[in-house]
């Protein structure tokens, strides 16, 4: 059978992509249906039962395009492969906040989806997963809304500042400028949140705090919406201070990715500890992003596969030889 869609208020570069690469996607996913796009009409000529399946997923994308004003080969993927990714989420509609350029910051993957329901449900959440799948962004939003909605009074971002064997003490300048290198992702999910002046007289007021996690020990963070971002990096013994910092009335965003530890190798990450000690645990969340999640460069997507396909290999091999 042969039908012919119109695809209406749709840019067809967007939905295409340039030089056709996302058309290139869904040819490749239904090699028994010819597919031909020519302007805003699409012909689809092909059995019956494969132009049906292929309806249902070109409605999604649709709606997903119409949603998001966006499309990209990691989504289009996503909505190919699994059905629940492309189930209207009661989320997916929801603008977290409006960036300064007045965009409308919102979920953007099923996960991130989840990472927003997980928030609005529980006073604490793990986000883990790999660079890129927008974890730390998300926390963030959701942090600006709950500020902007008066649900609590004050933002706190802090890390570990352990990366690249770095110390604080010999970093130049000031407590703020030492921790500037290490806070910067989080800087720049703000700015694209908050205009720059009113960012700076926040910071300067307290209302968005950042603080080194060792120096979290002793205080209770009350009021405040809390977030700990690299989390892989805190030792057991940190993890357990800063979640034990916890007030009546917070809210806390835990995000990390454990295939960068920085850590010494012998020592456990305090991430991975509190997965294992809080599974199950009333009121704690927790939402596993991956590389389905990833919004950057295409690249990303292939190289995080690289890396643990590599990964997985080495690791097998490590095995064997213990073994022989």
């Known amino acids: 059978m042969e039908k012919i869609y119109t695809l209406e208020g749709i840019n067809p570069v967007d939905f295409f992509g340039v030089n056709n690469v996302y058309l290139q996607i869904l040819k490749r996913y239904y090699p028994k249906l010819k597919i031909v796009a020519r302007g805003n009409d699409l012909t689809l000529l092909g059995d019956e039962e494969v132009v049906a399946l292929f309806e249902r997923k070109l409605t999604q994308l649709i709606e997903y395009y119409h949603r998001f004003n966006t499309l990209n080969e990691n989504i289009i993927e996503q909505i190919l492969l699994e059905d629940e990714r492309l189930k209207p989420a009661s989320q997916g509609d929801e603008v977290l906040v409006h960036g300064n350029n007045g965009s409308k910051i919102k979920a953007k993957t099923i996960n991130q989806q989840k ?141 990390g990715d454990m295939s960068q530890t920085d850590l010494p190798s012998k020592q456990r990450s305090g991430l991975s500890y509190a997965l294992d000690a809080l599974r199950g645990v009333e009121g704690i969340g927790v939402v596993r992003l991956n590389q389905n999640d990833v919004i950057r460069h295409p690249l990303v997507k292939k190289i995080i596969e690289a890396f643990e396909k590599k990964e997985s290999s080495d690791s097998i091999e490590k095995e064997k030889k213990n073994n022989l």
């Open 115 to 255: 990472l927003v329901a997980e928030a609005n449900k529980n006073a604490m959440v793990f986000a883990v997963g790999p660079a890129g799948t927008g974890k730390t962004y998300t926390a963030i939003a959701l942090a600006v809304r709950a500020l902007k909605a008066k649900e609590v009074k004050r933002i706190v971002l802090t890390r570990p500042a352990v990366e690249a064997g770095e110390n604080l003490g010999f970093l130049p300048g000031d407590m703020k400028d030492k921790l500037d290198p290490y806070m910067m992702p989080l800087y720049d999910a703000l700015r694209d949140m908050i205009p720059p002046d009113k960012l700076l007289q926040m910071m300067e007021y307290g209302v968005i705090e950042i603080a080194p996690l060792a120096f979290m020990r002793g205080r209770t963070l009350d009021n405040a919406f809390v977030i700990l971002d690299e989390a892989q990096n805190a030792t057991v013994m940190q993890m357990k201070m800063f979640l034990t910092r916890m007030g009546q009335t917070a809210q806390f965003i835990i995000t």
